[in-house]
């Protein structure tokens, strides 16, 4: 039994940038499913489709690479955990990395990146930081 699969999806996210693969798969969620979507919009996710799986579904990723062949992903960290939940007012949204990093928020409008949440003026759970 997995007690975090959030964690679960950002290490398999980490761990094929890592390793230069092109593309990785996790179980579908409608959550990961929007942490993933942000980050394509973002801009460090090349594709992000759910494909059927014997009577579930997964979630299928493109990782994108820079031109030297590093992923665009730098560093990803979990925030908010099961065991310490973490969240935000709208006037507290953080800012990653000075804005060179993004944090994704589970909010009352769906998951947003900071800055969506910022322009919404909605707060939330923290889920993760990518840089």
């Given at each position: ?17 890592m390793a ?21 919009d ?90």
């Amino acid at each position: 039994m997995m007690t975090d699969p959030i964690a679960d999806l950002l290490s398999r996210i980490r761990n094929a940038g890592m390793a230069q693969h092109t593309v990785t798969t996790c179980p579908a969620s409608k959550l990961k499913l929007g942490i993933a979507t942000v980050l394509k919009d973002a801009g460090f996710l090349s594709d992000v489709r759910v494909e059927p799986h014997g009577g579930h579904s997964r979630l299928v990723l493109g990782i994108r690479y820079q031109d030297d062949g590093r992923a665009l992903i730098g560093g990803i960290r979990r925030v908010s955990r099961p065991g310490r939940r973490v969240y935000v007012s709208s006037s507290d949204v953080p800012r990653v990395r000075n804005g060179l990093g993004i944090a994704v928020i589970s909010t009352s409008k769906g998951v947003l990146s900071d800055q969506a949440a910022r322009d919404a003026s909605v707060g939330g759970e923290i889920v993760c930081e990518v840089w």
